[in-house]
Structures are given as C-alpha cells and as structure tokens.
C-alpha cells in the first residue's frame, strides 16, 4: 500500500477522539489535576531543602511535569486493539487488506500520538506555563537533543506496547500481563520517581531495560541531568533499542501471524 | 478460460488439547499433549468459474468459514489444493487482497466511532481506488440501497441492516473480482434482506462480479444463486442447481391449514395428511402439485381461517441427502459440476 493509505489511516484517530469529546476533556482535566499534585508532592519532599543529586526543586518540578505532559503521547493504546481483533476475530478483516499489519499499527499510532494526544499536550503544556514555574531546558542544544529523544521515545513506547499486544495472540486477554507491564513501566521509566532517587541495585536494573527510554532518557537530557557527550550515548540507546524491540516484535509478529493462519486460532 | 476459484481436496483439520473432565482432569490436561483433530473442511472440491454466483450453504459450524478463510488465504489448508483467481490465496495473501472483497457477516470492517462516509474515504485511499471509480461506485451504490441517508451516521449508531449496507459498499468499493460473503444476512428483517439480495444480485449481473454467498439459511439464496453447494460437517453434500436438488432430495412442499371447526376427520386430493394437532392440519404434497388446486379443494369442504406454505428446511434438504445415499458422503463429492448430488 501506499503512503497516502497509511497518512489515511494515521488520520483516523484523530477523528475518532473527536468523537468523545467529553473523554478528550477528561483527558485534560486529568492530566492537569497530576501535574498539581505532583507539584504539591515535589514541593512537600523538598521541604525547604537544596538540591538532591544536583537537581533544586525547580528542576525537580519541571521534571515531573513535563514527565507528565510527554507521558500523553508516549503512551500506547495499541494494544488494546490488537486485544480487540484478537478475541473477537477481525483480525481477519485486516489479514485480507492489502496493507502490512504491523504497519498499519504504526500509522495509527503515530496518528494517535500526534494528531489525537498532540493537542492534549500542547493544552497541558500551556496550562502548565501558566501556572507552573516551568524550567527551560539546560541549553539551547539540551532542547533540540531533548525533542529528538522525545520521538524516539514514542517510538521505543510504540514497540513495547505492540510487544504486549502481541500477547493477546497466545493468551486473548491482556489485563495481567499488561498490569506487570504498566507496573514496571512506571517505575523503570523513571517516569513518577527519577531513577536517581532509586537505589543504585534498581537503577542498575533499569539501566538494562527498555524503559528508562521513555521518560528518564529525555527528560534527563531537558533538565542537563545528562550533558555533552552523554547525550549522544543516550540517544544511541534509544535508536538500539528501536532496533532491538523492532526485530522482536517482527519475528514474534511473524509467529503470531503463522498462529492464526496456520494453527487457526 | 481458467476458473475463478479451484479447491482440490481442500481439507482442514483444527487440533484442540483433549480436555479431562473435573480437577485432577484438568491438571492432566495441563500436562499432556493429546489432541482432539476436527476435521472442519474434510475433502472439499469444486470449481468456480468467473461471474457466477454461488450459495454455499451449511448448518453453523458446517465448514463455510473456513473453506472461506482458505479461499482468501486467510487460513493456511491441512492438505489439498486452492486457487484463487490464479494464485494460491495464503502465499500471495496481499496481491490478492486488491481483488477481492468479503464481508464477514459477525465483524465489521468498518470503523466503528466514524461516521460511515469516512470508512469509505479510509478504503479509498487503503485500496488506491481513483477518485472516478470511488465516485461511479458511491452514486451506483446509493441508487440500490439508498446508502446516502447512512453517510454521516457514525457506524455504531447504524441498525444491523443499515451496517451491513455499508459492509457491502466497503467491500466492493475497489472493484473486486470476488467477493466472498459470510453469512451477510444474518439477522436481518425481511426489508434489509430484500436490499441486500438486490444488491447482490445487480453486482453480480450488471459488473460480472464472482459472488460465494455463504449462508446457513437456503430460502435466502434461493432467489439469488442458480448453483448451491451445501457443505455439513466438512462434506460437500451436494452441488449443483437448486432445481435440481428440490426435485431430487426435496420433492415435497407442506401446506399448514387452520381450520375453523374440529372436523373429525380430513382429506385433501393430493396431498397426504401427515399431522394433526386439534384444528391444525400438515398436508405434504408433491412440488408438481399445484397450491392453488389443493387449497381450493380444501376450502370447498371446509370452514379454513388460515393458511401457510411451508419449504422443507436445510437440515430436513440434508437429512434426505443422507437417507438417499446410503455410502459415504465422501464418495459422493468429488469434483464440481451441475447435479453431484447423488451417487
């Protein structure tokens, strides 16, 4: 298929969301009421005090904030999706399309990333300048390294997500699996608590895994947490495990396909 | 010219785990590696040729599905051979998908939260349709099933026939060759079945569209397909025209009559009585007798409130299949062709 049929069906999302206009004001509401009291949070554990590991509680709040505001378009709903076609059989429906399965889920994400969550953030964000006392980034180059690590974060977030769809081909329901996954996303991420404030056993952890690319990655880079070269050796990590979670979620997609095709199930 | 559709001996066998019965059964089950084999599509073999219409009828649970899911290579066959329009359906699943359309009866293909103009608009560029066929095919489709009125309803607040309208439209929007229908009117009121017969029958004639109109239900495609299969259990029981299969497996129409007294006793020239219950009577009688006759004969005699006809139905058609052939259906359902119905 061609480009103009992804581009059509990246767009379909954003329509979609249109359609529950009440859900898109919730959205914001939500988003908004986190942020306050991650302020409240922040400003009551700081107490007072100086910087912790070289970050003031400015720093600190911006940090959660914008941890927030990018969490919007960093989270996946595609795998709720795939639960969908899986259980109740549609998935058929795409198999006899002319378009690749795993890239239709891509133009939809990203249409959802941008098109739908986009202006949900861009509000967030604009709430926020007001009424917050947002940071600005470490330097002019820690703000362009930063929203180069902000795509590459939703596209690591794209990956993982559609890895945990992929369970729904074997078990047809995902709510376990996905609650681990959520679980360990969240504090991995460094997406609630920075993983500097984790012990050093857990950070070792996360330094294996995946998720620190969705939040503490690029945010760390926004509040010069990670500067000069590091910057560069986080973004390589980022586009590694692109290229990691990309060929696993193709040969397990592959396995799924052959499920349904071969074994019919 | 070569045929639309080949199936060779198609068959499909689905393998389950053997489920033990109660607790320490389903730890067993857990741990070992039994299977139960189905064989849901066992055997099958026909030809379909470009531009006929052909109703695949069969209980639920009788294969059509599946043999569908092979036919657009959706499904990979146990054994056997397929072909569609000259390509073998699982391995070329997506060259194919350009030229054939389905509409699967249960699932939608459409998008559920959209206002339906917008799933064609989706489809139009996911199928590259140019912008003159999109709109030939958008005004001809209006014309028989009136689908302007539905365009800007989003397609979860469309009536079951309303949504399987545009079903239809989706899944001929590009022109296909084939157009395989799974149980497409499933549930809907005698209105809504009478649009989408038109439909199909008007893609059918007037663009030459090969149409496999799989149905559990015979009445609904005897008006439309002149060659039935019917499938059960995985076995073609019969192929050929439906003429062919009233005269052969079955011959007999039934007339209900209410009576408005309870006579003690009833005859009808022709026809022979072959239930009673109170006021209510079962005639069977011969297809080459005429109703009419029949029922003026009744009503001379007696004092009638009510009538109906009653067709024999697919599982009655497929119990005389059955009775009239007493070696394996196997045997039977070799190759395509006009009347395979008998031994």
């Known amino acids: ?265 | 010219m070569a045929p639309m559709i080949v199936a060779q001996e198609l068959y499909r066998e689905f393998r389950t785990p053997k489920r033990h019965p109660g607790f320490l059964g389903s730890i067993r089950t857990l741990f070992t590696r039994e299977y139960n084999v189905v064989r849901a599509v066992d055997h099958v073999s026909f030809s379909i040729e470009r531009g006929e219409l052909v109703g695949y009828i069969g209980p639920n649970g009788a294969g059509k599905s599946t043999t569908i899911k092979m036919l657009t290579g959706v499904l990979v066959p146990t054994s056997g051979y397929v072909e569609t329009g000259g390509l073998v359906p699982h391995k070329h699943r997506q060259e194919l998908a350009c030229r054939i359309g389905a509409v699967f009866g249960q699932r939608s293909q459409l998008w559920w939260d959209l206002p339906l103009i917008e799933s064609f608009r989706i489809l139009k560029e996911v199928y590259r349709v140019p912008d003159e066929t999109y709109e030939r095919n958008m005004r001809t489709f209006n014309e028989l099933v009136g689908l302007d009125e539905l365009l800007n309803t989003p397609v979860r607040q469309l009536s079951l026939g309303q949504r399987m309208r545009g079903e239809m439209a989706a899944a001929l929007l590009h022109d296909p060759e084939i157009v395989f229908l799974d149980e497409p009117l499933i549930g809907l009121d005698v209105v809504a079945k009478e649009h989408m017969r038109r439909f199909i029958a008007e893609i059918n004639r007037e663009r030459g569209v090969t149409v496999i109109l799989a149905s559990n239900d015979m009445s609904d495609v005897e008006w439309l397909c002149k060659r039935i299969i019917i499938i059960d259990k995985g076995r073609i029981l019969y192929d050929g025209t439906i003429e062919e299969l009233k005269r052969r497996h079955a011959p007999y129409r039934t007339l209900v009559v209410h009576f408005g007294e309870d006579y003690p006793e009833i005859r009808a020239e022709g026809a022979e009585l072959v239930r009673r219950d109170g006021t209510r009577a079962w005639f069977r009688f011969d297809r080459t007798v005429n109703p009419q006759r029949l029922i003026a004969d009744l009503s001379e005699r007696y004092l009638i409130t009510d009538l109906s006809l009653a067709e024999p139905t697919l599982e009655e058609v497929i119990r005389g299949i059955y009775e009239a052939t007493p070696t394996s259906p196997r045997a039977r359902s070799s190759r395509g062709g006009e009347g395979k119905g008998e031994p």
Request: net charge positive; hydrophobic share 60%; aromatic share 14%.
């Open chain 1, 1 to 265: 298929m061609n480009l103009r049929g992804y581009l059509k069906l990246a767009q379909a999302p954003f329509q979609m969301r249109l359609a529950y206009r009440t859900a898109v004001l919730l959205d914001c509401l939500g988003v908004i009421l986190r942020i306050y009291l991650l302020k409240v949070f922040w400003t009551a554990v700081y107490g007072g005090g100086g910087a912790v590991e070289g970050i003031n509680l400015p720093m600190m709040v911006t940090y959660a904030t914008l941890a927030s505001i990018q969490g919007i378009v960093t989270t996946s709903y595609v795998h709720w999706g795939m639960q969908r076609r899986v259980r109740d059989g549609s998935i058929v429906i795409d198999l006899i399309r002319p378009y690749g399965f795993l890239r239709s889920l891509l133009a939809s994400s990203v249409g959802n990333s941008f098109l739908a969550d986009g202006p949900v953030a861009v509000f967030a964000l604009a709430v926020s300048l007001l009424f917050i006392n947002l940071q600005p980034p470490a330097s002019l180059a820690a703000g362009l390294a930063y929203l180069a690590s902000l795509i590459l974060a939703i596209a690591v977030g794209f990956f993982l997500y559609v890895l945990v769809g992929l369970v729904a081909f074997w078990t047809l329901e995902l709510f376990g699996f996905n609650n681990i996954f959520e679980f360990l996303s969240l504090f991995l991420s460094g997406g609630l608590i920075p993983l500097w404030f984790l012990p050093p056993w857990v950070r070792r952890i996360a330094e294996l895994l995946p998720f620190q690319s969705l939040a503490h990655l690029p945010l760390s880079i926004y509040i010069g947490k990670i500067e000069g070269a590091a910057i560069w050796m986080a973004l390589l990590k980022q586009v590694a495990w692109i290229g990691v979670l990309s060929a696993i979620v193709w040969l397990i997609w592959k396995a799924a396909e052959r499920k349904v095709i071969v074994q019919g199930g």
